[in-house]
């Protein structure tokens, strides 16, 4: 069964993989605009707070492509380690592709 993510009103299938375009990206996220059925992709071997961080960094690629992608990777790892420090673990991790 395919997970869709909604971002801003628009929809992602979420997608993780064994691999991603390059070996070493740990995901991916489809210009909305230029698909027309949009994934987010996310490299299925990573797990914990290095995964939750991808989603955060796929996620606000979702939500404003433009961003500069410096801003995208210090916020995202800056989001990632403040919440695994609150305590978010995810005890269903998918791994499914």
Known sequence: MART????GKTWQLVHSK??????DRG????????????ISIKRCLCGEERLEVYIHEMLHAANWHIDEGFVKKFSEDVARELW?????NTTEETNG
Not at 28 to 39: E, F, G, R, V
């Open 5 to 8: 993510v909604t971002i801003l």
């Open 19 to 24: 691999r991603i375009n390059k070996a070493n």
């Open 85 to 89: 420090k609150l305590g978010y673990r």
């Open 28 to 39: 991916l996220c489809d210009d909305h605009a230029a698909y027309k059925n949009p994934k």
